[in-house]
């Protein structure tokens, strides 16, 4: 698959995660396989206004590539001029409108999922960020703001028109948040009424999940969100049963363990110890899912300061799960 000119090797693609998908995450995944993969919300207006921090954010490695950076914002000057810098001061090969959030901070912000109440706007937006770049632009969107207004077929013909080169479709409403079910038959029709790249997104948690949403809907790619948090196998496990039909076992527990272990250090390396293992008090507890007495151990998880006490917990528990001794759930 392409978009636009960039090459996409497979059709599992990474969905951007506010507080999640930073450049540590975002690599982890890549090494599981995933064809793309999308930074984080980034704010237009703090890139307009110059914030260091969320300027930092669009730090890529050599190793992502192909990566997408997406911006939300719901003012055309803001996201264009944002759009702009992003393309002179990021080496990210593809630029992504946000108009899927369904977070009140976000529509607050008139953006993200509140843009499909006004399709003019939308078509604004795409047409004047794809005039303005030269890299690629896709839009990610929901399939309308409530039930009561489902317009995602409208509003994917507007954005292909506008120019965009991929469109990305989460098969829930704005009013349904994350909950409910995902309708994938309006991703497919959405695929059926433009010609660009259609992205299927929501309730694909498995790989038998995405082979049956490309299958379902006929769209070129799906995108993985909750699914892969504290478990980045279930991209390399989807990839290779939609490309290869191949079905791979689920990771044992010391693999598990110690990917935990290797996604801290990872964030060490970016976001420094205060920070990183403030991420893992939540990254951790996803990667115990499914271990025995996971939820035991996840009240000392939610207390640790540092990598040597996460390490600490992590290595004790290797040994509950591997002799039973439950000295270990005892308070210090």
Same mark, same amino acid.
């Given at each position: 698959?392409? =978009?636009?000119?960039?090459?996409?090797?497979?059709?599992?693609?990474?969905?951007?995660?506010?507080?999640?998908?930073?450049?540590?995450?975002?690599?982890?995944?890549?090494?599981?396989?995933?064809?793309?993969?999308?930074?984080?919300?980034?704010?237009?207006?703090?890139?307009?206004?110059?914030?260091?921090?969320?300027?930092?954010?669009?730090?890529? #490695?050599? $190793?992502?590539?192909?990566?997408?950076?997406?911006?939300?914002?719901? #003012?055309?000057?803001?996201?264009?001029?944002?759009?702009?810098?992003?393309?002179?001061?990021?080496?990210?090969?593809?630029? $992504?409108?946000?108009?899927?959030?369904?977070?009140?901070?976000?529509?607050?912000?008139?953006?993200?999922?509140?843009?499909?109440?006004?399709?003019?706007?939308?078509?604004? *937006?795409?047409?004047?960020?794809?005039?303005?770049?030269?890299?690629?632009?896709?839009?990610?969107?929901? =399939?309308? @703001?409530?039930? $009561?207004?489902?317009?995602?077929?409208?509003?994917?013909?507007?954005?292909?028109?506008?120019?965009?080169?991929? =469109?990305?479709?989460?098969?829930?409403?704005?009013?349904?948040?994350?909950?409910?079910?995902?309708?994938?038959?309006?991703?497919?029709?959405?695929?059926?009424?433009?010609?660009?790249?259609?992205?299927?997104?929501? #309730?694909?948690?498995?790989?038998?999940?995405?082979?049956?949403?490309?299958?379902?809907?006929?769209? #070129?790619?799906?995108?993985?969100?909750?699914?892969?948090?504290?478990?980045?196998?279930?991209?390399?496990?989807?990839?290779?049963?939609?490309?290869?039909?191949?079905?791979?076992?689920?990771?044992?527990?010391?693999?598990?363990?110690?990917?935990?272990?290797?996604?801290?250090?990872?964030?060490?390396?970016?976001?420094?110890?205060?920070?990183?293992?403030?991420?893992?008090?939540?990254?951790?507890?996803? @990667?115990?899912?499914?271990?025995?007495?996971?939820?035991?151990?996840?009240?000392?998880?939610?207390?640790?300061?540092?990598?040597?006490?996460?390490? $600490? *917990?992590?290595?004790?528990?290797?040994? @509950?799960?591997?002799?039973?001794?439950?000295?270990?759930?005892?308070?210090?």
């Amino acid at each position: 698959m392409k =978009i636009g000119n960039v090459d996409i090797k497979n059709r599992i693609i990474m969905a951007p995660m506010a507080g999640i998908t930073n450049v540590a995450f975002r690599k982890i995944i890549k090494e599981f396989g995933a064809g793309l993969v999308v930074s984080e919300m980034v704010s237009d207006k703090a890139l307009c206004y110059g914030n260091q921090k969320t300027i930092e954010m669009l730090t890529i #490695d050599e $190793d992502e590539h192909p990566v997408s950076i997406q911006i939300f914002g719901g #003012d055309v000057d803001s996201m264009v001029q944002a759009a702009k810098f992003i393309d002179e001061h990021s080496n990210c090969d593809i630029i $992504d409108i946000n108009m899927g959030c369904p977070v009140q901070k976000v529509l607050k912000a008139h953006a993200g999922s509140y843009l499909l109440q006004y399709p003019d706007l939308v078509s604004d *937006i795409v047409k004047n960020v794809v005039e303005a770049v030269s890299k690629p632009v896709t839009v990610k969107i929901r =399939i309308g @703001y409530d039930f $009561d207004s489902i317009n995602c077929v409208e509003i994917a013909k507007l954005i292909e028109k506008a120019g965009a080169s991929a =469109i990305a479709v989460h098969g829930r409403t704005r009013s349904q948040m994350y909950e409910g079910h995902a309708n994938w038959d309006y991703i497919r029709q959405v695929k059926e009424v433009v010609s660009i790249p259609v992205i299927g997104n929501g #309730d694909v948690k498995t790989a038998q999940d995405a082979k049956r949403m490309l299958d379902e809907t006929g769209c #070129d790619a799906v995108m993985v969100g909750r699914a892969a948090l504290g478990n980045p196998w279930v991209i390399q496990q989807m990839v290779q049963y939609v490309e290869h039909g191949i079905l791979l076992d689920e990771p044992t527990i010391d693999e598990k363990l110690d990917q935990c272990l290797a996604h801290a250090k990872r964030l060490l390396k970016v976001e420094g110890e205060k920070n990183a293992i403030r991420q893992m008090r939540g990254h951790a507890p996803w @990667y115990m899912k499914g271990l025995k007495s996971a939820s035991a151990i996840k009240n000392h998880l939610s207390k640790i300061n540092t990598y040597q006490e996460l390490e $600490d *917990i992590i290595e004790n528990y290797r040994y @509950y799960l591997h002799t039973g001794d439950k000295t270990i759930f005892e308070e210090r």
